[in-house]
């Protein structure tokens, strides 16, 4: 079940996404990394991603303006913010453009990250099954 879904992990530090993706592979899901927003939004326009997990402090292009443009893509796209470098503006800037969730670093744990997936991928299906219901009416 949890192969069908394609998350991409955006980050500029390997680490983080060696660790995430190596996790998260072996939790069952489908992973891409990328360490660059630009190049990550030329994926996420060329390939179906469920969900997408960035970091919003990034050069050439932020977390924020990311994820922007991934949900005017892709509405049903869960996108989930993570920094360690949290302010209330840009939490508040995260909701308001359509965030599904955020995660400060360091991680409290890889439970916690797969929890919020867990929960991303329920909305989503929620979100679909909403969609479905109105199509077949």
């Avoid at 050069?59 to 993570?82: C, F, H, S």
Wanted: hydrophobic fraction near 40%; charge should be negative; proline fraction near 1%.
């Amino acid at each position: 079940m949890k192969k069908e879904y394609k998350i991409l992990i955006i980050d500029d530090e390997e680490e983080i996404l060696l660790s995430l993706k190596k996790n998260l592979i072996l939790e069952g899901y489908n992973v891409e990394t990328c360490n660059d927003s630009v190049e990550a939004l030329e994926m996420i326009k060329n390939n179906k991603f469920h969900i997408v997990i960035t970091d919003i402090v990034m050069p050439n292009m932020n977390g924020i303006d990311l994820l922007k443009a991934a949900k005017a893509y892709d509405a049903l796209t869960q996108v989930i913010m993570m920094t360690g470098y949290s302010t209330m503006e840009i939490t508040i800037q995260s909701l308001e453009f359509g965030a599904n969730d955020y995660i400060l670093k360091p991680f409290k744990s890889i439970e916690y990250i797969i929890e919020i997936i867990d929960y991303s991928i329920q909305k989503l299906e929620r979100w679909r099954e909403s969609i479905r219901g109105l199509v077949s009416k």
